[in-house]
């Protein structure tokens, strides 16, 4: 296999796809340097910080003061506020996604995201739980899980506010161990009743927006857990679980189903567990492990992986420099194709893979990209079961203008080939990871023979886009 291939299937699973420019560059230099340059890219951590606690504060101030207001209109002044700071932190990440040259770091903490899933309606608590995922997302497991765990967002969503000496609440413990750690059946519901007692008093300060330890609410009791008998608090618990070396082959599990390949190889996944265990739970020495290793490259992991939707849409601008004229769009996307982040369903995250792919959203997927780059009014409405209409056609005044700029003249400066089939091979090396059949290729030919290079360029850039095989990386 050509190497531009290999080192396509690196970039677009360690990141979001490149400009075929930059892969050319990196196919200059072995696969092990290209890994240790998207570590290094990623060292550096920038935090989002668009949310303003003063603002906020001030505003909500002013509302409870302005008596001629309703309760409903401060009500609906309050919900329009939270979904404006919503949408502008979902579009800040979108954005660091697209244009970041840390897009291994971008690419674990959306992962993370999914993993440790988590919504709020405080964009303040929102904004502070995103930071930490993507902080601690190439770092060691174990100050990640520490980390979410005490995140005002993350407590408020598993409800541990109500998690009290007197009355435990266990939506926290279990999820903490079921979802995030050690997976079922590897704990007892005793040890699910101990673990809650031992997070008691674990909670977060509205004024503040930090975490807070309630000595007052707090099981100072004797707890068994997991065979082994103390006075153990929330971090002695959290600890306790990473001694334990399931939870590394869970973590692992599901790294790899979505680094790698939805089918596991057990083999495999015990060898990386070992490993990971042995580190300390390093993630960046994992994902260094799993990219540089030639399974990793083996045909069947090529082009296996669906994208889901946050990888399309950001994808989509990274490959071709391309950017949203309308911020909104990005908002209104990721609602159509399902996966709005700050948003996950619920707290097992979004389900991937195949589950991306419906008969609401598939069409939608596959004329994204000829919408977007030919500037397209599209009109949708939910349907009362949850779908979206497929002919786009729908309510009135519900309009979204899906603008792109995109520099096509600049774009075409990178393809030197003449020949309008060497010109479409190499355009199909650069944008799709599974080939497609000659005929499809002659008919993609024929009607761009009279055209001139950047229109053809174009014209078969949005035809391999709109391919099933698109979908895919």
């Known amino acids: 296999m050509a190497k531009e291939k290999l080192i396509q299937h690196l970039l677009w699973r360690a990141g979001f796809s490149e400009k075929p420019e930059i892969i050319n560059q990196y196919s200059r230099q072995s696969i092990k340097k290209n890994v240790k340059q998207l570590l290094k890219d990623s060292e550096k951590f920038e935090p989002i910080d668009i949310v303003d606690k003063t603002d906020i504060y001030s505003e909500l101030q002013a509302m409870r003061k302005d008596t001629l207001l309703t309760t409903e209109e401060r009500r609906k002044q309050l919900n329009k506020m939270i979904k404006e700071e919503e949408g502008a932190l979902n579009i800040a990440w979108i954005d660091k996604m697209v244009q970041s040259k840390a897009v291994l770091r971008e690419k674990m903490a959306l992962f993370w995201h999914g993993h440790f899933a988590c919504r709020t309606r405080n964009p303040l608590f929102a904004q502070h739980y995103l930071n930490t995922i993507r902080q601690y997302s190439l770092g060691k497991f174990g100050d990640l899980l520490m980390a979410v765990s005490k995140e005002p967002a993350m407590l408020q969503f598993l409800n541990n506010q109500q998690n009290k000496k007197r009355s435990p609440n266990e939506n926290f413990a279990r999820e903490v161990m079921e979802l995030f750690t050690l997976g079922r059946g590897n704990y007892t519901e005793h040890d699910v009743k101990e673990a809650a007692r031992a997070f008691t008093g674990w909670e977060f300060d509205r004024r503040e927006n930090g975490f807070f ?62 490993h990971f265990y042995k580190s300390n739970y390093d993630i960046a020495d994992l994902m260094e492990t799993i990219f540089t290793s ?18 399309l849409l950001v994808s989509l601008q990274r490959s071709t420099g391309s950017y949203f004229v309308e911020k909104q769009s ?30 609401s959203s598939l069409l939608f997927r596959m004329q994204l990209p000829y919408l977007a780059f030919n500037n397209t009014i599209v009109r949708t409405v939910a349907k009362s ?28 400066k990178q393809f030197t080939q003449e020949n309008r089939q060497e010109l479409l091979d190499e355009l199909e090396a650069c944008f799709l990871q599974v080939s497609i059949s000659q005929d499809l290729k002659k008919g993609f030919i024929t009607k761009t023979e009279k055209e001139s290079q950047p229109e053809a360029i174009k014209k078969m850039v949005l035809a391999l886009m709109t391919l099933p095989e698109y979908q895919l990386c």
């Open 213 to 274: 330890f309630n000595t007052r609410q707090h099981d100072f009791e004797t707890k068994e857990f997991l065979g082994k008998t103390g006075k153990f608090d929330g971090e002695d618990i959290i600890k306790m679980i990473l001694a334990q070396k399931e939870t590394a082959n869970f973590v692992v599990t599901k790294i790899y189903k979505n680094f790698v390949n939805e089918q596991i190889d057990v083999k495999i996944i015990q060898e990386l567990s070992e």
């Open 294 to 311: 030639s399974w990793f490259y083996d045909t069947k992991n090529i082009g296996s992986h669906i994208k889901s939707p946050v990888e």
């Open 330 to 359: 990005l908002l209104f996307i990721q609602r159509v194709l399902g996966q709005v982040i700050l948003y996950p369903p619920n707290v097992a995250g979004w389900a991937g893979g195949k589950n991306w792919i419906d008969s």
């Open 385 to 412: 079961d949850g779908d979206v209409n497929t002919d786009f056609q729908t309510k009135k005044g519900k309009k979204n203008t899906l603008e792109t700029s995109m520099n096509w003249e600049v774009f075409s």
